[in-house]
Structures are given as C-alpha cells and as structure tokens.
C-alpha cells in the first residue's frame, strides 16, 4: 500500500490543523493506521492509531484531548484532526500502515508501510 499525507502547514499557537493520509495500492480496510512525528533532532514518536475497524482510537498523552484520530475506509483515508495546537507540536508528521495489529502499536517498527511526511509548524 502506498500513503500520501498531506495537510500539513503554518499557524500559531491554538490554531487548528487537519492532515490527510490517502492509501492506494491495497484494501485499506485491512490496515490498522497511526501517526507519528518527528521534531528536529528528536526521535520520532508515537501520536495515534486507529485499527482496521475504528471501533478504537489511540493518542499519545502529549496530544489527548487535543487531537483526533479518525479514518473514513469508504475513502481510502486517515485523518489527524488537531486542536489547540502548541508550538512543541512542530515536526514533520507521517502516517503509517500494518496489517498485523501488535501489542506494540506505538513503537514505529510496529508498521510496515509510511507515508512521505507533511511538515507541521506551530508558532508562538
């Protein structure tokens, strides 16, 4: 499968953000997603993921009650709606795809497939 995100961009601080993650190349609904990021000089980490079905969603606590995880299979497409952005969410995000759920879905070897990355800057 082939992922290509895109809607990443500039805005200050509180601002709101959506990204897109679109898949071809294979039946998304046989993929569980996640988003992860990274920041300059950083490792990249963890954001969330959402399983083939959607019936669960995942979020890192640096992010919960922030941002969105959600995914439209009818689509071929994940989203990472964020809110109240802060300037420590600036880093290039990527979105990711496995078919073999693990217990492990928040480490990024967890997934096989990645999108390009979209940067996301947030200013004070």
């Known amino acids: 499968v082939q992922l290509q995100a895109s809607g990443g961009g500039s805005v200050q601080d509180g601002d709101s953000l959506r990204l897109s993650c679109a898949a071809s190349g294979g039946t998304f609904s046989a993929y569980d997603m996640a988003w992860f990021r990274q920041a300059p000089g950083k490792e990249r980490e963890f954001v969330a993921a959402?399983?083939?079905?959607?019936?669960?969603?995942f979020h890192a606590d640096s992010v919960k009650g922030r941002f969105t995880i959600s995914r439209e299979n009818a689509k071929n497409t994940v989203y990472l709606q964020m809110n109240r952005s802060k300037p420590e969410d600036t880093a290039v995000y990527f979105c990711a795809a496995t078919n073999i759920w693990k217990t492990a879905f928040m480490t990024s070897h967890s997934y096989d497939y990645w999108g390009q990355g979209t940067q996301v800057t947030v200013s004070s």
């Open positions: 959402v399983p083939r079905n959607g019936a669960s969603k």
